[in-house]
Every structure is written in structure tokens, then in C-alpha cells.
Nanobody, 124 residues
């Protein structure tokens, strides 16, 4: 079992920044690729960013490429999503997830564990 807890969400103006964190407990964190997903009201949950077990490789959805940065610290069992130049369309509940895979997977069905989510609202 892996327990994931997200934090760092909130209300921010367009163009602003937020930093989301996800702390893991339980099984060996470094055994899991990690991903961030988001779900806007009335929409399906979609992939945002992911990183491999050791953090060597990252992958981003086109909609956030160049604005968001995912990183991880396996010693602290933490994965972070730095979000810059935020837009109103980034408003969503953001989830971190763990996948026992050697690659970054954009398919949420392949993720084994999920956090409870943190709300991000971008509005003036």
C-alpha cells in the first residue's frame, strides 16, 4: 500500500504560480513512477505531468508544457508540481498518483494509488 497526500492548492490570479506537493508513505516510493492528473468540473480526469522512478525522465501534457515542472525527491518521498503562468483553464482538482512502472504512463487506469486531490482555482 502507498498513501499519497497532496497539498499546496488554492486560489491564484491568472499569471501567478502555485507549488503542489505530494507526500507518500508506505511502500518504497522509488519503486513507483509518479504522475499528476487534474479534473475540471464536468470533465474527465486527465494527465498533466509524470516522472520516472528515479526522476530521470519527465513528460508533460501539451497544455502545460513550458509552464509546469514536475520533480521528485525520493529521500523525502515527495513529488512536486511547480505551476507557473497559470491560466483560468488550469482550474481543477489536482491528484497525484503512483504507478509501479518503469516508464511514465499517461493512462490513469494504469496507476495503482491516488491521493485525495487538492483544489486549484485560477481566477481574478
Amino acid at each position: 500500500q502507498v498513501q499519497l497526500v497532496e497539498s499546496g492548492g488554492g486560489l491564484v490570479q491568472p499569471g501567478g504560480s502555485l507549488r503542489l506537493s505530494c507526500v507518500a508513505s508506505g511502500r518504497t516510493f522509488s519503486n513507483y513512477a509518479m504522475g499528476w492528473f487534474r479534473q475540471a468540473p464536468g470533465q474527465e480526469r486527465v494527465f498533466v505531468a509524470g516522472t520516472t522512478r528515479g526522476g530521470e525522465f519527465t513528460y508533460y501534457a501539451d497544455s502545460v508544457k513550458g509552464r509546469f515542472n514536475i520533480s521528485r525527491d525520493n529521500t523525502k518521498k515527495t513529488v512536486t508540481l511547480q505551476m507557473n503562468s497559470l491560466k483560468p483553464e488550469d482550474t481543477a482538482v489536482y491528484y497525484c498518483a503512483a504507478d509501479m512502472s518503469t516508464v511514465v504512463d499517461t493512462n490513469q487506469r494504469n496507476y495503482d494509488y491516488w491521493g485525495q486531490g487538492t483544489q486549484v482555482t485560477v481566477s481574478s
